[in-house]
């Protein structure tokens, strides 16, 4: 059958690589966990003044995930964003299929993430 086309032998079965069907995938609920740091400013207003140096000092066992909660949006604040930013978008008429369905893809990404664990320490 493939004699003029110098194909190697086999070439023609069911079992050639080529002739192979990918298997389709399985879908699995999975957790996933991110561990992220980032070293930032935040600001207390919850310190004395040391009668010897006169510099200020801040009790070792402070709270500093309420200054940071004050402050800063957080992941989840960023992220509730994002998905406000895409839903904007998402309402626009000019999208192409393409970017919608991007759109779409990001903001699923963007939803359902809880934090386990908010630890804030002096560095």
């Known amino acids: 059958m493939y004699d003029n086309y110098h ?9 050639a690589p080529w002739n192979q069907i990918d ?3 399985v879908t699995r609920e999975c957790e996933v966990t991110v561990v992220m740091s980032k070293k930032m400013d935040i ?3 919850d310190y004395y003044i040391d009668d010897e140096d006169g510099y200020p000092r801040i ?3 402070h709270n500093w995930t309420e200054d940071y909660r004050n402050q800063y949006n957080g992941i ?3 992220l509730g964003k994002l998905i406000e930013y895409i839903d904007k ?4 008429d000019n999208l192409a299929s393409d970017q919608r369905q991007e759109l779409k893809f ?3 990404e963007a939803a359902g993430w ?5 630890d804030i320490n002096e560095s």
Not at 114 to 118: F, P, S, T, V
């Open 114 to 118: 809880d934090i386990d664990d908010l």
């Open 23 to 25: 298997p389709e995938p």
């Open 76 to 78: 989840q604040g960023l």
């Open 43 to 45: 600001d207390t207003i």
């Open 89 to 92: 978008d998402l309402q626009r």
């Open 59 to 61: 009790e070792p066992m």
């Open 7 to 15: 194909y190697p032998p086999g070439a023609d079965t069911p079992d």
């Open 106 to 108: 990001l903001r699923d």
